[in-house]
């Protein structure tokens, strides 16, 4: 898999992030963090589950970035069960 670009979604204010070796959406929770990179100075979002709706909400609407966004996290965590799947084996 392609490296993520990240540029759209950090100006749409929400991220793809490594949490233990899984990809998670989430929010800029603080844009202050990322120096003059960002053009606001508080959340776009009021949580990550509002993050994760609007990405939803654009990639049923055709976005085929917002479509690769879901399915890097949906692919991720797939993998990452099925790998604690066949150690348990």
């Known amino acids: 898999m392609t490296e993520f670009e ?3 979604a950090l100006d749409e204010g929400w991220d793809l992030f490594d949490v233990d070796g899984r990809l998670q959406l989430q ?3 603080c844009p202050a963090d990322y ?3 960002l ?7 009021q949580s990550d589950a509002h993050a994760i709706v609007e990405v939803s909400t654009k990639a049923r609407a055709g976005s085929a ?3 690769d966004a879901l399915h890097r996290i ?3 965590c797939h ?6 799947s ?3 084996s």
Do not use: C, M, V
């Not at 606001?40 to 979002?45: H, L, M, S, T, V």
């Open 6 to 8: 990240n540029a759209q």
């Open 27 to 29: 929010r800029i929770d």
């Open 35 to 37: 120096g003059d990179l």
């Open 39 to 45: 053009d606001y100075a508080e959340p776009k979002f």
């Open 65 to 67: 970035y917002h479509w």
């Open 74 to 76: 949906a692919t991720i």
């Open 79 to 84: 993998d990452s069960l099925a790998k604690r």
């Open 86 to 88: 066949r150690q348990r």
